[in-house]
């Protein structure tokens, strides 16, 4: 499988790579085996690009992430910015959480919030090592009001100790796992970051971060990883979008992105899958698949030959940014 470079670290990620919140029980039933089986799978299928986060069911992805992962040639990138303390929550649900472990999230994206968080993953994942550290959603997606506050940390404390530790060779690459452009232009001016994980502003359905992000990152050196391809799932068929149910505008030009591509004989969530990895600023899209069969269908997408017509077309009927650049065939 093919890899690319990120930033100026030298360390390169498969082009497809895992996400890992489904095997936490984000929006899905999955229970420790089929987590198990459908990483084991990914590296039966030659992907080594391995994303979670202490979020994703209050641990227990990382628990399974680092059992699978254990003693093989992997890339992980994993997240702080929240600690885990005991207590369950009255309404996982309400997190969108299915069976997650015992555990509340404090966020703290303090010099002592990011070492710990740091320290406290390499114990529940049971390896010596994450590859990439990312500050996992800073900005007013999440928190609002209280992004101020928050972001003052990083800027005065976190990323000191997120710079401490890529300098001390523990990680080889730092950045941000977000929802939202502004907030990576707002870290851009407080640090050297090396990649962003940018979940759904670069998808087939929204090139909102060609404007302003796109430009500054290629500056400052800074790659792209592309979560969320999908957008949640409006791309491949679901009604989600964001994390919740999708607008009227959403569901209407996801319905017209769709008919261009059942014009062109060509599976939407194929285009999906494959059109952020035009642009060479990202390394790596990062969908996250529930079981098996869906990874299978992932893999299949992103081998599908893709006319460059269907592109061409988008753009004419206005579907896509013009300054877009796209997958050359």
Not at 114 to 141: K, T, V
Not at 243 to 255: S, W
Request: glycine share 12%; proline share 5%; hydrophobic share 40%.
């Amino acid at each position: 499988m093919k890899k690319r470079q990120i930033g100026r670290t030298g360390l390169e990620v498969n082009t497809l790579g895992l996400g890992g919140a489904p095997l936490g029980g984000n929006f899905v039933d999955l229970d420790y085996g089929q987590a198990a089986e459908l990483i084991g799978a990914a590296r039966d299928a030659g992907i080594g690009y391995f994303d979670t986060a202490p979020w994703y069911g209050f641990g227990r992805s990382e628990r399974v992430m680092g059992d699978m992962l254990r003693g093989t040639d992997y890339v992980l990138s994993d997240k702080v910015g929240r600690l885990l303390k005991p207590g369950a929550v009255e309404d996982p649900m309400e997190f969108g959480m299915i069976d997650p472990l015992p555990f509340n999230v404090v966020y703290d994206y303090s010099y002592d919030g990011i070492m710990r968080a740091y320290e406290d993953s390499l114990q529940r994942l049971g390896l010596d090592r994450i590859d990439i550290l990312l500050a996992h959603d800073i900005g007013e997606f999440q928190h609002g009001d209280e992004n101020a506050r928050h972001f003052k940390d990083l800027a005065e404390g976190g990323y000191r100790a997120m710079n401490e530790l890529r300098k001390a060779g523990q990680v080889k690459a730092i950045g941000l796992g977000v929802n939202e452009n502004q907030v990576c232009m707002d870290a851009l001016a407080i640090g050297d970051w090396d990649v962003f994980l940018l979940a759904g502003r670069y998808t087939l359905l929204e090139q909102t971060a060609l404007e302003r992000l796109f430009p500054a990152c290629r500056a400052a050196g800074t790659s792209i990883i592309c979560g969320g391809p999908f957008n949640s799932g409006i791309l491949v068929g679901r009604e989600m979008w964001n994390y919740a149910k999708a607008p009227d505008d959403v569901v209407a030009k996801a319905r017209a992105l769709g008919d261009v591509a059942h014009a062109f004989d060509v599976p939407l969530a194929a285009a999906a899958l494959q059109f952020p990895l035009g642009d060479d600023l990202v390394c790596s899209v990062i969908p996250g698949p529930r079981d098996k069969g869906e990874l299978a269908q992932i893999l299949a997408w992103f081998e599908t030959p893709i006319p460059p017509e269907f592109w061409t077309d988008l753009k004419t009927k206005g579907l896509m940014e013009g300054a877009a650049l796209t997958p050359a065939g």
